[in-house]
């Protein structure tokens, strides 16, 4: 297919082989973060003027759901500072080449995990918990600092960042979705790759470490796995790496087989659809359930959720295509068709942060000039008044956010269905229904 | 050729299913009046709708703390204490479907405070639907294609 | 070690310490009054000392809703607490002793249990005699019944007293006023000439001239502010915590206890005329500087000054009175 290799521009190849500019962002982003820790635990626990909640849950998700991901797949994981601290302690250093002795343990994760099923856990953790974790500063502060230690922990325990690849609740579905982004990195020459000799791209060498995100390269298909990191390009002897730029989806030609993975495009849907219906819907007693953690309402609000997830939207899928008069496994079916709800999925997340975002993107003004809630006026724009931004473009911009991602899931869908070589229609009525589903709720 | 030619009127369908002008049924305006209760987090009721044209008066009681309400798209608001109920009027001149949520931040749950306006029909929806139903249609003949192709596949 | 990476960790530790290190030194040295919601905590801090003569600057946020802040018995305009958001106050006390400050916008139905203190402490020491107020010195019982036993058909109205003949027995001092019910006014003219619907209308009208439009207009505010969320926006006892309050009372434990007068009460109905003519302005005054002992009704002596107590009273009897306007 027609690509066209980005690490071509010197520029580009430059900033990205070079450690210094990656490292200056990792340490912006790093006080960030513990700054947002911190604003969540100390500053006022009203989440709209707390920098935790505005910039983590409206600007961060803001641009990780509607520009990062559709547009650079896992270019949130280039710059996150979550696994930096465990991963500097692994190595005893921040920039120098490693010495040959591992730092800490460095086990191997155990073969049980290593599938996306602790991800897809401990994003349904998160998500049973969301109307808790997404207006309370507090919670968001304990929740950032969480994974922060946890990363750190497993990255004593276990060899290279074992939380990205395997824990994160986030790194999951950015994993799954950006297949679809027009961004990958992929090796130039097969051949270079079988010949070369101690694989350093792999194993580290004087300039570099080895795949922090345990992967080879020389066998990369898909995006999921890759976290865009570039020390494989600082590592190849070889200049073998690019980064290219590709049409959308081109990963979702091949697609996977992974019960895990199709699981996740499950989750990823049905937690959109039902965001979309308790959080901006007019049903008060949704909320009411959705936020009184440990009530009983709550308890059946948990329950739903996992059963619309894990029965309802799976069950459907499954009736739809149980009848098909094929010689596959019907599991390989289920995996491979579910492809088709990844751009789907993807869209659904668009159009329902679209309505969010756009409402409550002027708290970011406020808060970036009183970040705790403690009266300061930095950049003068403390007294900004809440007010939501172009409500007229809302309609239209979800109806082609939504109708765009059926057209692009029945098109997957029928790359999908010529694979395992059965019929694509049930999967486009299925994602026919679907879409009509989310249009009702958020138009 | 012929897929050429299916694509531009596909494409020109989407179009007319976008964009056509709908006839307006022509209802005469009226004055409406809704007795609107907010409350942690909720309104209720929580689902208007009315014919353009109308005037709407929205008389707003708060049951426990402050609350506001302000309408998307027309960008207007009231706000109310407990004991000082208020009265927001408006004519509701554009048609399609608007949130109104809570303006004054009142808890945990206020961003999520919503209520449902809808002026004449919900177009965005309706088009949409319909633009879903030529796009979803659009792929069967395609799809039975292939189809026929893995049963050739399968004979062979 | 390279020099490079010395400086990167240098940067990385100080950028760390950075982002710790400045919040905590200044969120510590932002003493803050925070304001939540009764059932929450109400003020944190609930009390404050303050120094006759020394301004008091507050610094107050609120945690969850809109609150107000205001100090009762001083003439202050009320101002708003707002999520997330700080507002400066600056005092200033010229008598020591112990002030109440308060939440003035409905924050549930417990409002009126956010309440603080602050203690103000300095000369002049000498207390100015305090001034009895007119049912402690009437001795009134506030708790006694007091229906009215003759009620009239309609609203009476000033404007129809105001035309009846003006040398009515009536004794025109604010004394007198103050210290009768209605309907005690009404039983004093039973030996003129007038009918009952009269009067009535001259009771109305009495009522009418022991207050003034600007008493009745600021009387009308602090009934909004203050009252109609339990005794209803048109004063039928029918506002929106009424339903609370006489669900509270159900199941509280006073009432467990056979104690009803000491439980939660659905809030007394200004527009019912057996209640209200039969009360004194020196009686409502008794039962609003007192409040209602746990039936709900809250104490508003440490609040309201003796002025805004009258006109509140003058509002609450518009409840009965057709007033001319």
């Known amino acids: 297919m027609n690509r066209i290799e980005l690490t071509r521009i010197p520029f580009i190849k430059n900033a990205l082989k070079n450690r210094y500019p990656q490292l200056a962002v990792f340490i912006v982003m790093l006080i960030g973060y513990i700054f947002a820790i911190l604003a969540g635990l100390i500053g006022t626990p009203v989440g709209s003027h707390n920098f935790s909640i505005v910039f983590v849950w409206i600007a961060w998700w803001a641009i990780l759901i509607l520009v990062a991901v559709p547009f650079f797949g896992r270019g949130w994981c280039a710059v996150c500072p979550i696994p930096l601290p465990g991963e500097w302690l692994q190595r005893g250093a921040v920039l120098s080449p490693p010495d040959k002795k591992p730092k800490w343990l460095n086990l191997r994760v155990p073969k049980m995990f290593r599938n996306i099923w602790l991800q897809n856990i401990s994003f349904l953790l998160l998500a049973l918990f969301s109307s808790v974790l997404l207006t309370t500063p507090n919670i968001t502060g304990i929740v950032l600092a969480a994974m922060l230690f946890s990363a750190i922990g497993l990255s004593?325990?276990?060899?290279?960042?074992?939380?990205?690849?395997?824990?994160?609740?986030?790194?999951?579905?950015?994993?799954?979705?950006?297949?679809?982004?027009?961004?990958?990195?992929?090796?130039?020459?097969?051949?270079?790759?079988?010949?070369?000799?101690?694989?350093?791209?792999?194993?580290?060498?004087?300039?570099?470490?080895?795949?922090?995100?345990?992967?080879?390269?020389?066998?990369?298909?898909?995006?999921?796995?890759?976290?865009?990191?570039?020390?494989?390009?600082?590592?190849?002897?070889?200049?073998?790496?690019?980064?290219?730029?590709?049409?959308?989806?081109?990963?979702?030609?091949?697609?996977?087989?992974?019960?895990?993975?199709?699981?996740?495009?499950?989750?990823?849907?049905?937690?959109a659809i039902i965001y979309a219906g308790v959080l901006l819907g007019p049903w008060g007693a949704f909320k009411d359930a959705a936020y009184n953690v440990g009530s009983s309402s709550w308890f059946i609000y948990a329950i739903v959720f996992l059963a619309i997830i894990f029965v309802v939207l799976p069950g459907l899928f499954t009736l739809g295509i149980v009848d098909t008069k094929n010689a596959l496994p019907l599991k390989q079916r289920f995996a491979s068709l579910s492809t088709a709800l990844i751009p789907l999925g993807l869209m659904f997340w668009v159009a329902f942060s679209l309505s969010f975002v756009l409402t409550n993107a002027s708290y970011i003004i406020a808060a970036l000039s009183d970040p705790l809630g403690l009266g300061w006026n930095l950049f003068g724009t403390a007294n900004a008044t809440w007010q939501p931004m172009l409500t007229s473009m809302l309609a239209p911009a979800q109806a082609l956010a939504l109708v765009g991602g059926l057209i692009w899931s029945a098109r997957t869908a029928q790359k999908a269905a010529g694979e395992v070589k059965v019929s694509s229609i049930p999967v486009i009525v299925y994602c026919f229904f679907a879409t009509c589903f989310m249009l009702w709720l958020l138009l | 050729m012929r897929y050429r030619f299916s694509l531009l009127l596909l494409v020109m369908a989407g179009l007319v299913v976008a964009f056509a002008p709908l006839p307006v049924p022509t209802i005469a305006p009226q004055e409406r009046t809704f007795e609107i209760d907010a409350h942690q987090f909720a309104y209720s009721p929580s689902d208007l709708h009315v014919n353009p044209g109308d005037t709407i008066n929205i008389h707003l009681t708060s049951t426990d703390v402050v609350h506001g309400?302000?309408?998307?798209?027309?960008?207007?608001?009231?706000?109310?204490?407990?004991?000082?109920?208020?009265?927001?009027?408006?004519?509701?001149?554009?048609?399609?479907?608007?949130?109104?949520?809570?303006?004054?931040?009142?808890?945990?749950?206020?961003?999520?405070?919503?209520?449902?306006?809808?002026?004449?029909?919900?177009?965005?929806?309706?088009r949409s639907i319909g633009l879903s139903i030529l796009a979803a249609i659009s792929f069967f003949p395609l799809s039975s294609f292939s189809d026929r192709k893995t049963k050739e596949e399968r004979i062979k | 070690m390279k020099r490079p990476e010395l400086i990167s960790r240098f940067l990385i530790v100080t950028g760390i310490l950075l982002a710790v290190g400045a919040p905590l030194f200044f969120w510590a040295r932002t003493p803050l009054i925070h304001a939540r919601m009764a059932e929450d905590g109400g003020w944190n801090p609930d009390v404050i000392q303050a120094e006759v003569g020394e301004p008091l600057h507050l610094k107050i946020t609120s945690d969850d809703v809109?609150?107000?802040?205001?100090?009762?018995?001083?003439?202050?305009?009320?101002?708003?607490?707002?999520?997330?958001?700080?507002?400066?106050?600056?005092?200033?006390?010229?008598?020591?002793?112990?002030?109440?400050?308060?939440?003035?916008?409905?924050?549930?139905?417990?409002?009126?249990?956010?309440?603080?203190?602050?203690?103000?402490?300095?000369?002049?020491?000498?207390?100015?005699?305090?001034?009895?107020?007119?049912?402690?010195?009437?001795?009134?019982?506030?708790?006694?019944?007091?229906?009215?036993?003759?009620?009239?058909?309609?609203?009476?109205?000033?404007?129809?007293?105001?035309?009846?003949?003006?040398?009515?027995?009536?004794?025109?001092?604010?004394?007198?006023?103050?210290?009768?019910?209605?309907?005690?006014?009404?039983?004093?003219?039973?030996?003129?000439?007038?009918?009952?619907?009269?009067?009535?209308?001259?009771?109305?009208?009495?009522?009418?001239?022991?207050?003034?439009?600007?008493?009745?207009?600021?009387?009308?505010?602090?009934?909004?502010?203050?009252?109609?969320?339990?005794?209803?926006?048109?004063?039928?006892?029918?506002?929106?915590?009424?339903?609370?309050?006489?669900?509270?009372?159900?199941?509280s434990l006073q009432t467990m206890e056979g104690a009803m007068d000491m439980a939660m009460q659905t809030p007394v109905d200004f527009t019912n005329p057996q209640r209200m003519l039969g009360a004194s302005p020196a009686l409502l005054q008794g039962k609003i500087l007192r409040g209602g002992m746990g039936t709900g009704m809250p104490m508003w002596g440490s609040i309201f000054t003796e002025d805004q107590i009258w006109d509140l009273i003058a509002y609450i009897y518009s409840f009965q009175f057709e007033y001319q306007h």
């Not at chain 1, 200049?239 to 290219?244: E, H, K, S």
């Not at chain 2, 027309?74 to 608007?98: H, N, R, W």
């Not at chain 3, 009134?140 to 009239?152: E, I, R």
């Not at chain 3, 502010?225 to 926006?233: L, P, T």
Request: proline share 6%; with cysteine; aromatic share 10%.
């Open chain 3, 66 to 251: 809109v609150h107000g802040f205001a100090v009762g018995q001083m003439e202050m305009q009320s101002v708003d607490i707002l999520p997330g958001k700080v507002t400066e106050v600056t005092l200033n006390f010229d008598k020591p002793g112990i002030y109440t400050f308060f939440c003035t916008r409905w924050c549930g139905l417990n409002h009126w249990r956010m309440r603080g203190t602050i203690e103000v402490s300095g000369s002049p020491l000498d207390p100015e005699p305090a001034t009895v107020p007119l049912y402690v010195s009437l001795d009134l019982d506030l708790d006694a019944p007091h229906d009215a036993s003759a009620v009239p058909n309609g609203k009476p109205s000033a404007t129809s007293g105001q035309l009846l003949e003006t040398n009515l027995p009536i004794d025109q001092s604010a004394e007198y006023y103050r210290s009768h019910s209605p309907y005690e006014v009404f039983e004093g003219l039973q030996n003129t000439s007038l009918t009952e619907a009269q009067r009535w209308d001259a009771v109305a009208y009495f009522w009418q001239s022991n207050t003034t439009p600007e008493s009745l207009a600021n009387g009308r505010q602090l009934y909004a502010e203050n009252c109609a969320a339990c005794h209803g926006e048109n004063g039928a006892g029918d506002g929106v915590f009424a339903d609370d309050l006489a669900a509270a009372g159900e199941s």
């Open chain 1, 156 to 271: 004593t325990v276990f060899e290279r960042r074992a939380f990205c690849r395997y824990l994160c609740p986030v790194g999951g579905f950015i994993g799954l979705y950006s297949q679809t982004a027009p961004i990958e990195l992929r090796i130039k020459d097969k051949q270079v790759c079988v010949t070369c000799e101690g694989k350093p791209c792999y194993n580290g060498s004087s300039v570099g470490y080895g795949c922090p995100w345990d992967v080879f390269p020389g066998g990369l298909t898909k995006n999921t796995y890759c976290g865009l990191c570039m020390e494989c390009i600082r590592t190849c002897p070889h200049d073998n790496i690019a980064v290219n730029l590709r049409p959308f989806s081109a990963d979702l030609t091949k697609p996977s087989t992974r019960m895990d993975e199709a699981f996740k495009a499950f989750i990823m849907l049905g937690s």
């Open chain 2, 69 to 126: 309400l302000y309408v998307d798209g027309y960008d207007i608001s009231v706000e109310a204490d407990p004991g000082q109920s208020a009265t927001l009027t408006f004519v509701a001149d554009k048609p399609g479907s608007f949130r109104f949520r809570c303006n004054i931040t009142c808890g945990a749950m206020h961003p999520f405070m919503i209520g449902k306006l809808t002026v004449g029909n919900n177009s965005w929806l309706y």
